[in-house]
Nanobody
Framework: VQLVESGGGLVQAGGTVNLSCVAS????????VGWFRQVPGKEREGVSC????????EYADSVKGRFLVSMDNPKKTVYLQMNKLIPEDTGVYYC?????????????????WGRGTQVTVSA
């Protein structure tokens, strides 16, 4: 299984960035995906997650009401729409996956990671 993120870039505060995560090698409906972000010197934190068979998107408190996660299971693609961005949203964004039905925001629950995509929000 491989994950490839895309869509990062530089945006002004208040703007929108749309990230995509394409999974290759995943079959069936029992897989979950988490979005994480990391800045230098800090731990990788969970931002959002979703399950292929249950849906049930979850969000970190810091992004609730601003970010929206969705999944196109036939395409094995997960999207993260990030709205009303603030400078604190800056970081490298990773998607991660594992086989299962319960998605979580804990990085320890995932064993396959993409290489990440940089998102920079300017004030």
């Amino acid at each position: 299984v491989q994950l490839v993120e895309s869509g990062g870039g530089l945006v002004q505060a208040g703007g929108t960035v749309n990230l995509s995560c394409v999974a290759s090698g995943v079959t069936g409906d029992r897989w979950v995906v988490g979005w994480f972000r990391q800045v230098p010197g800090k731990e990788r934190e969970g931002v959002s997650c979703i399950s292929a068979d249950f849906g049930r998107p979850e969000y970190a408190d810091s992004v609730k009401g601003r970010f929206l996660v969705s999944m196109d299971n036939p395409k094995k693609t997960v999207y993260l729409q990030m709205n009303k961005l603030i400078p604190e949203d800056t970081g490298v964004y990773y998607c991660a996956t594992r086989i299962g039905s319960i998605a979580t925001l804990s990085r320890r629950d995932y064993d396959i990671w993409g290489r990440g995509t940089q998102v920079t929000v300017s004030a």
